[in-house]
């Protein structure tokens, strides 16, 4: 089944913990992307990956880190997570940037610092 | 004036009834046009994609481009209760530019 997965789905965890979501799609996309859902604020781009080793900041970078090592994979790194990172991510992926291609998303991530 | 204005609703119709949610944008470059579906704890799924002005229609959807007033509408017909959701507006100026979303509308259908 196509699919982007992404895991934890729900995670509690505390200020300065540094932390890791996986992302991962099996439909051979180039284009990854990760947002937060908060509400009154709608989906924001956090970070994009147009294919491995090429990644771009969004428009609410701060504080998280990405890498592309592989074509599948796009983890998204908080090094020291703050209570105004608690969010809903989602992890998307196209086949190619643009909007012609539709985004697929995965289920989403809970995240709550304390 | 923000890019993408999109009422949060929530937005509580009867079953069957038609309903009609809305957009309004200030970028006039924006070319593509899109309605993304989200069910309550999952991601947003792409619903209908149009190009430039005029009208989609899909099933029960249709998706209505207005550029001269800068709007966009999705309408539903014999709306269901399955129909309850967030709608999300989305819109890009290019092909290959960046995809900006609204905040999504709230949808309730009451059996």
């Known amino acids: 089944e196509a699919q982007v997965t992404q895991n934890p789905r729900y995670l509690i965890t505390v200020t300065g913990k540094k932390l890791t979501v996986t992302c991962s799609q099996n439909?051979?996309?180039?284009?990854m992307s990760w947002y937060r859902q908060d509400p009154g604020l709608g989906l924001r781009q956090i970070y994009y990956?147009?294919?491995?080793?090429?990644?771009d900041k969004g428009d609410v970078p701060e504080g998280y880190k990405v890498s592309r090592k592989e074509k599948r994979n796009f983890p998204l790194i908080l090094e020291s997570p703050s209570p105004n990172q608690t969010s809903l991510y989602f992890c998307?992926?196209?086949?190619?940037?643009?909007?012609?291609?539709?985004?697929?998303f995965g289920p989403g991530t809970r995240l709550t610092v304390l | 004036q923000k890019e993408v204005e999109q009422d949060p609703g929530p937005l509580s119709v009867p079953e069957g009834a038609i309903v009609s949610l809305n957009c309004t944008y200030s970028?006039?470059?924006?070319?593509?046009f899109m309605w993304y579906r989200q069910y309550s704890r999952k991601g947003p799924e792409l619903l209908m994609y149009?190009?430039?002005?005029g009208n989609k229609e899909d099933g029960r959807f249709t998706a209505q481009v207005d550029k001269s007033s800068k709007y966009i509408s999705l309408f539903i017909r014999d709306s269901q209760p399955s129909d309850s959701a967030t709608y999300l507006c989305?819109?890009?100026?290019?092909?290959?530019?960046?995809?900006?979303f609204g905040k999504g509308t709230r949808l309730h259908i009451l059996p």
């Open positions: 998307a992926s196209s086949l190619r940037a643009g909007s012609y291609n539709e985004q697929f």
């Open positions: 439909m051979n996309h180039e284009y």
């Open positions: 990956s147009m294919n491995v080793e090429v990644t």
């Open positions: 970028n006039s470059a924006f070319q593509y």
């Open positions: 149009t190009y430039s002005s």
């Open positions: 989305a819109m890009s100026a290019s092909e290959d530019d960046k995809i900006i």
